[in-house]
C-alpha cells in the first residue's frame, strides 16, 4: 500500500492554528486514525504553527500529513520562511508563564522530532513523527 500524504498552506497568523487543527483532525479522520493519534497530531500541529507564526516573521507556513504505507507512522511537517534552527526548549516555563511550553510538549507527546532545512519553503522544517496506535 502506497504512502498518504495532505499538504496544505496558510497565511501566519495566530487564527490560523484553529484552521490547521480542524483540516488536520478532518484528514485523520478521513483515513480513519485511531481518536488517541489524532488528538496527539491535532495537538502537535497546534505547537507547531504556534511557534512559527510567533517566532519567525514567516508570511506564510505550509503543513504537510504523511502516512506510512504501512499506516503504523505518521509524520507531520511545518515549513516556515525562517532559517534559524529549533531545538530542545532550553528554559522551562514557570507556573505563572503563559508562554513556553509548546515545544516541550512536542518533545513529550511525538515519539522523534527535529529540524531541518526545508526543501519546500526558502526557510526550515519542524518535523514530528507519532506512531500510529490501533
Not at 483540516?23 to 489524532?38: F, I, K, N, Q
Request: net charge negative; aromatic share 4%; proline share 5%.
Amino acid at each position: 500500500m502506497p504512502r498518504r500524504e495532505y499538504w496544505f498552506g496558510l497565511p501566519a497568523l495566530c487564527t490560523s492554528a484553529r484552521s490547521a487543527r480542524d483540516t488536520v483532525r478532518d484528514r485523520l479522520r478521513a483515513w480513519e486514525l485511531p481518536g488517541d493519534t489524532c488528538c496527539d497530531a491535532v495537538l502537535l500541529v497546534s505547537e507547531l504553527i504556534t511557534n512559527a507564526v510567533l517566532h519567525t516573521g514567516s508570511g506564510r507556513v505550509l503543513c504537510g500529513l504523511t502516512l506510512t504505507g504501512d499506516e503504523r507512522r505518521l509524520r507531520i511537517e511545518l515549513h516556515d520562511e525562517c532559517s534559524a534552527p529549533v531545538g530542545p526548549p532550553e528554559h522551562r516555563a514557570g507556573p505563572g508563564e503563559e508562554n513556553g511550553r509548546g515545544l516541550l510538549l512536542v518533545q513529550q507527546i511525538a515519539d522523534s522530532w527535529g529540524c531541518a532545512r526545508s526543501t519546500r519553503a526558502e526557510g526550515k522544517v519542524v518535523w514530528a513523527e507519532l506512531t500510529a496506535a490501533c
